[in-house]
């Protein structure tokens, strides 16, 4: 018989990590609180740790595990991000209160997205290819 539980503990760890990133880059940008969203990963966590340990299968015990594990490192991550947002690792959106008053009280804050740029490390932008004529 055929064991699928590292497969199965490989799929559900790529995509949680990849969800819980991309989650925690949006619901940061767009939250005016931080709290809720954090409270609401930390709840979804536990209550996946819980049925981990209630699943009747190996498998579906390590997918909630692996899955509780994520959500309750992306509750703390969403605090984590703010602190980047601060020290300019992280784009500020100016549409958001709580990011227009970290953008106004520290100087290192910036709107610029690092991820959004070439491997030359140019920056994209709408009008990228003004920018390449000027150089």
Wanted: net charge positive; charged share 20%.
């Amino acid at each position: 018989m055929i064991n699928l539980l590292g497969p199965v503990a490989a799929f559900t760890a790529f995509l949680s990590i990849w969800f819980g990133h991309v989650a925690v880059r949006k619901i940061e940008s767009i939250s005016p609180i931080i709290s809720i969203p954090s409270a609401i990963f930390a709840i979804l966590g536990i209550a996946c740790e819980w049925l981990s340990l209630k699943a009747p299968s190996l498998q579906l015990a390590t997918v909630f595990g692996i899955l509780g594990m994520t959500l309750l490192f992306d509750g703390f991550e969403l605090s984590r991000q703010e602190r980047r947002i601060i020290r300019g690792h992280a784009p500020a959106n100016p549409d958001n209160p709580r990011h227009a008053k970290i953008i106004k009280e520290y100087p290192s804050a910036t709107t610029v997205d690092l991820l959004k740029r070439e491997p030359m490390n140019f920056l994209i932008a709408e009008n990228s290819s003004e920018i390449r004529k000027k150089r």
